[in-house]
């Protein structure tokens, strides 16, 4: 089955505890991507990937790290999590540069720091 | 840079009635996307539909139908016959390079 998955679903945890969130797509997808929602303000774009060892930021990547050293995987790195990255984070994928090409989700990670 | 402006917070509905969920967007470059999806309380992100700037004719997905105005840059999303399943946040979205913008999300109520 063609998915998005991301790990782990839910996590509590406390100020400057670095953390990752593993993202894997079974998709060959050369395009990956992570997103923050927040009440209010829809889904932003935290950092973006074209390819294997390419990254590049979004709107919102102050606080946030990711690498991209397999197709497959795409984690999402807090070095030190403040209060306000709390959130739900999505991982996406898609296949080509078609502008209508499908965007796969994630199933979200919903992050809570003290 | 691209925006995407949905006015609408929230919305109520009457089971099988049509309702309109309203976005705008702007963006300077002449070829670009226009996405929408569905959040059910579950959080998962669906996609719902699909119109494509150079499109002739405008989107329609079942139930759901997309209102392309170009010259208003308003991308809105008809769906028709509500049903209860239908509550949820809906999010507008646009592509016009790599990067996809979503709008704030609409939230649906839809009443039995």
């Known amino acids: 089955e063609a998915q998005v998955t991301q790990n782990p679903r839910y996590l509590i945890t406390v100020t400057g505890k670095k953390l990752t969130v593993t993202c894997s797509q079974n998709?060959?997808?050369?395009?990956m991507s992570w997103y923050r929602q927040d009440p209010g303000l829809g889904l932003r774009q935290i950092y973006y990937?074209?390819?294997?060892?390419?990254?590049d930021k979004g709107d919102v990547p102050e606080g946030y790290k990711v690498s991209r050293k397999e197709k497959r995987n795409f984690p999402l790195i807090l070095e030190s999590p403040s209060p306000n990255q709390t959130s739900l984070y999505f991982c996406?994928?898609?296949?080509?540069?078609?502008?209508?090409?499908?965007?796969?989700f994630g199933p979200g990670t919903r992050l809570l720091v003290l | 840079a691209q925006k995407i402006t949905q006015t609408q917070p929230g919305m109520f509905v009457q089971e099988k009635e049509a309702v309109t969920l309203d976005c705008t967007y702007d963006?300077?470059?002449?070829?670009?996307?226009l996405f929408w999806y569905k959040q059910p309380s579950s959080g998962e992100m669906i996609f719902l539909i699909y119109?494509?700037?150079?499109?002739?004719q405008n989107a329609t997905e079942g139930r759901y139908s997309l209102n392309f105005q170009k010259a208003r840059k308003s991308a809105n999303l008809v769906i028709s016959a509500s049903q209860l399943g239908d509550s949820a946040m809906y999010f507008c979205?646009?592509?016009?390079?790599?990067?996809?913008?979503f709008g704030a999300g609409t939230r649906l109520t839809v009443k039995p």
């Open positions: 996406a994928s898609r296949g080509g540069v078609w502008l209508g090409e499908t965007q796969y």
């Open positions: 998709m060959n997808h050369e395009y």
């Open positions: 990937s074209m390819n294997v060892e390419v990254t």
């Open positions: 963006t300077s470059d002449p070829s670009y996307g």
């Open positions: 119109q494509g700037s150079y499109d002739q």
């Open positions: 979205a646009m592509r016009d390079g790599n990067d996809m913008r």
